[in-house]
């Protein structure tokens, strides 16, 4: 039952993610737009409290290979540009596609490892799988970010 629940939350927040990154592709970029989502992210860490949440160091490791490996694939589709106005994440046609990919592996996922792993714990490994993904791609975002900021600084008549 908890499996199902958590499926269907994962595919609500999926979608809410997905629109949200379509319509802000439509605005500048700040680096506290970038900066912000792993800070409020990184609240969810105080599920460790409680001991049905709690993985062992092995799981764990495991979620964040797997975090670091999807990742890769967000940070290679998430590129800048400069506009007359700002600095914008260029829209990728592959970006959506991407993100419905990596969740259906996420369900299935967890679909095939809730017969073998305590919900509870499962929970605790993809937070960390969650935010392994999460934090490498924002600072790949920032660092790519503040190059291009730098850049149109340094060269201005460019970007005119």
Known sequence: MYVILSTIA????????????????????????????????????????????????????????VGLLFSIVLIKTSKFEHKDDGIYLRASKAFPFILI?????????????????????????????????????RIAMYLQFKKLEKDSVDQPSQFA
Do not use: D
């Open 10 to 65: 994962a595919v609500i927040m999926g979608s809410a993610v997905l629109a949200i990154r379509m319509k802000a592709s439509k605005k500048p970029v700040t680096a506290k737009k970038i900066i912000l989502p792993p800070l409020f992210m990184s609240t969810g860490a105080l599920m460790f409290i409680f001991p049905y949440f709690r993985v062992t160091p092995v799981e764990a490791a495991e979620a964040i290979a």
């Open 101 to 137: 990919g990596l969740l259906v592996i996420r369900i299935v996922m967890k679909i095939v490892l809730s017969s073998t792993i305590e919900v509870g714990t499962l929970a605790g490994m993809f937070w960390i799988l969650a935010f392994g993904m999460l934090v490498p791609w």
